[in-house]
């Protein structure tokens, strides 16, 4: 069974951290690009930041500098250290599994909220 589970969450101030993981289980993680993916209330989904198999990272261009992507594949875990928080961050964030060669899978969380407020 298929599962990725979103942790650390919860609420900042502006200019605060949070480091997200998400545990993955039930497929071959190294074989899988990762990303974090984010809703906003009221708003549809942004890309966030993406780490290959190589554990080569791309980002939006809103959160460059500030959060890092990284991966464990011996833990079947991901991460996004989040720094300097703004209140545009606030969002519920998802995490996404993707396998490119066929067949193709495509794989989601439940998200983790983030809030960043005064």
């Known amino acids: 069974q298929v599962q990725l589970v979103e942790s650390g969450g919860g609420l900042v101030q502006p200019g605060g951290s949070l480091r997200l993981s998400c545990a993955a289980s039930g497929f071959t993680f190294n074989t899988f690009w990762m990303s974090w993916v984010r809703q906003a209330p009221g708003k549809g989904l942004e890309w966030v930041a993406t780490?290959?198999?190589?554990?080569?990272?791309t980002y939006a261009d809103s959160v460059k500098d500030r959060f890092t992507i990284s991966r464990v594949n011996a833990k079947k875990t991901v991460y996004l250290q989040m720094n300097s928080l703004k209140p545009e961050d606030t969002a519920l964030y998802y995490c996404?599994?993707?396998?490119?060669?066929?067949?193709?899978?495509?794989?989601w969380g439940q998200g983790t909220q983030v809030s960043v407020s005064s």
């Open positions: 996404n599994a993707k396998y490119f060669a066929s067949p193709s899978r495509d794989y």
């Open positions: 780490i290959n198999r190589g554990e080569t990272t």
